[in-house]
C-alpha cells in the first residue's frame, strides 16, 4: 500500500515535556531504522529493530531516548523530559528485508521543535 | 569524525554542465548507497553498488565504487535543474559487518540554474 508514514508531522512541545513519535513502517516490512537528521546534513542512525527485536540503539543520544516496536510493525520513538537541542527532524526508514542490500524506504519525518 | 566524508558540501551550477561527487572513508564498506532527497522529502534510492571497482549507470548518473570498497562517486553529465536536491551517500557493513545499519556522509546540496 503506501509508503512510510509519520506522525505526528511537526511537534511544538515546551522543555521538560516528554513526546512520542510514531513511524507506520511499509506493510510486511522486517526491519525499521530511527534516524535524527538536521537540516541540509546527512541522516544519523538513532536505533534500528528486525521484526520487533531492537538490534542496535548505539545511536541514542542518551537514556531519555528510547524506542519499542513491540508487535515488530509500528514502532515508537520516545523523549522524555524534552531539552531545546532535541529540537531536529527525526526520519524513520523501513526494509524488505534485513541484509544491507535491501533498499531504504524513507518517511516524510517529524519536525520536533523543542521551546 | 565523519565516517564518510563527502565533498562538495555545496554545488551550483549552470544547466547543462557536469559534476562529479566524492564519497571517501578510510573504512571499507560491504556496499555503499547513493539517495538523493528533495525539500520536505525523505531520501529516495538512486543506487546500491557492491563490487569494487563496479560502474552503474542511471541515465545521466554514473555511480562508481571504489576497487577497495572505501570511496564512490556520483557524475552527473548535462546537469538540468531538476536534478537539484541534497545528494547522500550511505555506507553499509564497515568493518566487515553487514546487516542494514547505514552510515550517511554529510551530503552535498547541488543546485543547478537554468
Known amino acids: 500500500g503506501a509508503g512510510v508514514s509519520q506522525s505526528p508531522r511537526y511537534k511544538v512541545t515546551k522543555r521538560g515535556q516528554d513526546v512520542a513519535l510514531r513511524c507506520d513502517p511499509i506493510s510486511g516490512h522486517v526491519s525499521l531504522y530511527w534516524y535524527r537528521q538536521a537540516l541540509g546534513q546527512g541522516p544519523e542512525f538513532l536505533t534500528y529493530f528486525n521484526y520487533e527485536a531492537q538490534q542496535d540503539k548505539s545511536g541514542l543520544p542518551n537514556d531519555r531516548f528510547s524506542a519499542e516496536r513491540p508487535e515488530g510493525s509500528i514502532s515508537t520513538l520516545t523523549i522524555q523530559r524534552t531539552e531545546q537541542r532535541d529540537s531536529a527532524m527525526y526520519r524513520c526508514?523501513?526494509?524488505?528485508?534485513?541484509?544491507?542490500?535491501?533498499?531504504?524506504?524513507f518517511g516524510p519525518g517529524t519536525r520536533l521543535t523543542v521551546l | 569524525t565523519q565516517l564518510l566524508e563527502q565533498s562538495p558540501q555545496f554545488l551550483s551550477i549552470q544547466e547543462g554542465e557536469n559534476l562529479t561527487v566524492y564519497c571517501n572513508s578510510s573504512s571499507v564498506f560491504s556496499s555503499l548507497q547513493w539517495y538523493r532527497q528533495e525539500p520536505g522529502e525523505g531520501p529516495v534510492l538512486l543506487v546500491t553498488?557492491?563490487?569494487?571497482?563496479e560502474v552503474k549507470k542511471l541515465k545521466r548518473l554514473t555511480f562508481q565504487f571504489g576497487d577497495a570498497r572505501k570511496d564512490s562517486s556520483l557524475h552527473i553529465t548535462a546537469a538540468q535543474p531538476g536534478d537539484t536536491g541534497l545528494y547522500l551517500c550511505?555506507?553499509?557493513?564497515?568493518?566487515?559487518?553487514?546487516?542494514?545499519?547505514?552510515?550517511f556522509g554529510q551530503g552535498t546540496i547541488l543546485t543547478v540554474h537554468p
Open positions: 550511505a555506507g553499509d557493513g564497515a568493518g566487515g559487518t553487514s546487516y542494514g545499519k547505514l552510515t
Open positions: 526508514a523501513s526494509t524488505a528485508g534485513y541484509s544491507s542490500y535491501n533498499e531504504q524506504f
Open positions: 553498488v557492491v563490487t569494487g571497482g
